[in-house]
């Protein structure tokens, strides 16, 4: 199975600022296809995971343009640019490549 | 518009087995996958099983001697079966559908414990 680390563990930022959460993998998540098969969840506090990026690079509708996402083929960046309170829970990275799709172990984001 | 709502027993006896259901409304099961996703409390993800469009499962290997999806398409309901229940099978359970374009949707969950 494709093995997701990410880090930091956590992370504590103050509104305004910037976060940056990576996720590695430990196969490259490039298809045959040309799509890396890369993904970012944030789970809310007592909610669902909800989608946040797709195929490394894409933003899921209706989310803001203040997460954005970059990589290679195993190496991957979740930015969040001006950070509200409204960020706050645990963001899982996740690939879709191969069965079985897996996580990572995901990054607690807190308020200052 | 697009909903799924899991249901099911939230107490199980050890050994015992758990069926779970989740009904789908927005969409139809013969042109969408469903996945199960699982998290034991105050833990990560973990990724149970897909039933396809056409009818075909996959597991997680780690879970398949235990496991089964299916599904009545009429009732546009997935179901999930799982035996030899253990106390780690304690988590959330989740049903969602994996979009195209990242158009996904999760369900709310259903919390199942395990315990005697």
């Known amino acids: 199975d494709i093995v997701l680390t990410q880090a930091p563990l956590s992370v504590s930022v103050t509104p305004g600022e910037s976060a940056s959460i990576s996720c590695r993998s430990s196969?490259?998540?490039?298809?045959?296809?040309?799509?890396?098969?890369l993904y970012w969840y944030l789970q809310r506090p007592g909610k669902s995971p909800q989608l946040l990026i797709y195929q490394m690079s894409n933003l899921a509708s209706g989310v803001p343009d203040r997460f954005s996402s970059s990589g290679s083929e195993t190496d991957f960046t979740l930015k969040i640019s001006k950070v509200e309170t409204e960020d706050v829970g645990v963001y899982y990275c996740?690939?879709?490549?191969?069965?079985?799709?897996?996580f990572g172990s995901g990054t607690k984001l807190e308020i200052k | 518009q697009v909903q799924l709502k899991e249901s099911g027993p939230g107490l199980v006896q050890p050994s015992e087995t758990l069926s779970l259901t989740c009904t789908v409304s927005?969409?139809?099961?013969?042109?969408?996958?469903v996945h199960w996703v699982r998290q034991p409390p105050g833990k990560g993800l973990e990724w149970m099983g897909i039933?396809?469009?056409?009818?075909?499962?996959d597991y997680n290997s780690a879970l398949k001697s235990r496991l089964s999806i299916s599904r009545d398409t009429s009732k546009s309901q997935v179901f999930l079966k799982m035996n030899s229940l253990q106390t780690e099978d304690t988590a959330i359970y989740y049903c969602?559908?994996?979009?195209?374009?990242?158009?996904?949707?999760w369900g709310q969950g259903v919390m199942v414990t395990v315990s005697s």
């Open positions: 996740g690939h879709r490549l191969e069965y079985p799709p897996t």
């Open positions: 196969k490259s998540l490039l298809s045959s296809k040309g799509i890396t098969s």
């Open positions: 969602t559908r994996w979009g195209y374009g990242g158009n996904d949707y």
């Open positions: 039933i396809r469009s056409g009818g075909s499962t």
């Open positions: 927005g969409f139809s099961l013969t042109s969408n996958s």
